[in-house]
């Protein structure tokens, strides 16, 4: 068996070590006698339907609002019907931070005109400038779904000026403990559609979360296959140590 990853926009989005979210997936397939492929998605990638087919996980991490800036258009009107497509058929994805916004509906600057998202993910986010603090921290949340991670325990970083607001018909990945999560106000963090993930915590998300980073193996494998896949149990003593650790942090 094999996982081939697609990684959208690798050298503009790898705020706070977002890349290492593909290391972590490498390496637990890689122990698991699982092929694992990376498959570099530029700007100048000409990405078409036969490649984006062979595409098992999407990834797209954060980044700086010029880095941004020098993707959107490309994202949104080059790649955009592909990676819809790829979602909507319920393969696995996981958008961190600034991808994560741009799968909205769209993104209202504290100045100038909306800015249009891709409108799979039923929300919007909104940046109110100096009116609202950012949202900075530690987070600790439990997950509300899918049910093979129900109520388990996510910890991260969060360093985010906009606030994205769900509709009903979008869930919420998880719900805050601690930390502001999606906007600071109702304690949900990231959101779940189909098989993708959208979050906000960086730093990177999966090394400190093993249980979600085998939810995005376990997917993508039983989407490709066909079938009923039980991952063969990995020793995370070290993960779970960070992941504790992190817990402490936020105390």
């Not at 931070?97 to 909104?126: A, E, V």
Request: a positive charge.
């Amino acid at each position: 068996m094999n996982i081939v990853v697609g990684h959208l926009y690798p050298e503009l989005l790898n705020l706070y070590g977002d890349r290492g979210n593909i290391i972590c997936l490498q390496k637990r397939c890689l122990w698991r006698g699982l092929e694992f492929e990376i498959k570099p998605i530029a700007i100048e990638t000409a990405l078409n339907q036969k490649e984006m087919d062979k595409i098992d996980i999407l990834f797209m991490g954060g980044g700086e609002d010029c880095g941004q800036k020098q993707l959107y258009y490309d994202f949104v009107n080059n790649k955009g019907r592909l990676i819809k497509q790829h979602i909507e058929n319920a393969k696995a994805g996981l958008f961190v931070c600034g991808g994560y916004q741009l799968l909205g509906n769209y993104y209202r600057p504290y100045q100038g005109q909306d800015i249009q998202g891709l409108k799979i993910f039923d929300m919007y986010t909104q940046h109110f400038g100096r009116d609202k603090k950012r949202c900075v921290g530690n987070v600790v949340c439990q997950i509300q779904g899918p049910k093979y991670l129900k109520n388990k325990t996510l910890v991260g970083f969060e360093n985010h000026g906009g606030r994205s607001f769900l509709n009903k018909s979008l869930s919420p990945l998880a719900r805050t403990n601690i930390g502001d999560g999606n906007n600071g106000q109702d304690q949900t963090e990231g959101a779940i559609y189909k098989n993708t993930i959208g979050t906000y915590l960086h730093g990177p998300i999966l090394p400190k979360n093993p249980h979600l980073a085998d939810y995005l193996i376990k997917t993508a494998l039983e989407k490709k296959y066909s079938q009923k896949i039980e991952l063969t149990v990995l020793d995370d003593e070290v993960e779970w140590t960070a992941h504790k650790n992190a817990l402490k942090l936020t105390k």
